[in-house]
């Protein structure tokens, strides 16, 4: 499993986040967190299957042209 930021190799940011923890939801997809601390970011971080994400980009490419 990993987090977006290690799927996009940039931090993905609060807004893209939720989206795909709400599409998440909706596919009833099983996630896990991790906790992160750095000079950026303290907190949980969800972490999904890369075939998930690859999936959620596909729909979001397709809905967002």
């Not at 987090?3 to 993905?12: F, H, I």
């Not at 599409?23 to 896990?32: D, G, L, V």
């Amino acid at each position: 499993m990993v987090s977006l930021y290690d799927y996009l190799g940039r931090a993905a940011g609060a807004e893209l986040g939720a989206k795909v923890n709400t599409y998440a939801t909706i596919r009833k997809q099983k996630y896990a967190t991790r906790d992160v601390n750095n000079s950026v970011y303290t907190g949980k971080v969800f972490l999904y299957s890369e075939e998930f994400l690859d999936e959620y980009f596909k729909v979001d490419r397709i809905f967002n042209q």
